[in-house]
């Protein structure tokens, strides 16, 4: 019968409507900015920087190497490196980012920064309620706005963030087993007599 589809609607229209008053799954709409839906995991707007420990300067990940300014696409970040080095969060001597800009007016959120960072050191943020009044200086977001802790990355990327922590601890381990090896190798290369050659052990006589 012609008009069935359209009363059907209407029925579930009907009881959605009456029933939203008793059961709150049957909203649709949120209050907005009073209530917010949950964004979910993969949401992203624009880049933000990390920094381990509770020091927004000295735990900054970033080494200013420059990888993302020269691959994003719309060319909106601007990097200074320092001239000197500072000890990382590590206590590791490092360069820095002196002056470390994002152009949000500017950057289409396209996460080639994030893909091509070695350090894992600048992310997606999902904060969006970002208007201004100005057009320009306004949305030229410096190193200080930039800088959010890996307590927050956890908070807004708790999957992501994980997986990154477990890649660097990898890392790290890596690392100080290397360490661990090459210096094995020196303190036994040191009280080795100089001039000796190793000798080959004798292979095993057959019966
Ligand atoms: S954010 Fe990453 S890629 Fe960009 S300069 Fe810093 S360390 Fe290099
Ligand atoms: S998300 Fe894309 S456009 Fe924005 S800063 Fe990163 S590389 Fe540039």
Redesign the pocket.
Known sequence: MIGTGILKGMAVTARNFVGSYFEKDRLITVQYPEERSPLPENYRNFPF?IYDTDDPEAGL?????????KECPPQC?Y?IKSEDKKPDYMGKPQFY?AV?DIDISVCMSCQI?VE???????KMDKVFELSKRERFDALLQRKNELAKSNEYYHSIHPIEAAEVDAKLAEAAAAAAKKKAAAAAATAAGSTSAPGTVPVAPAPPTTP
Not at 61 to 69: G, H, L
Not at 116 to 122: D, L, Q, S, T
């Open positions: 920087l990940r970033c080494v200013a190497c420059k990888i993302c300014e970040i990097i980012a470390f920064c091509v960072c070695p350090f894992e050191a600048i």
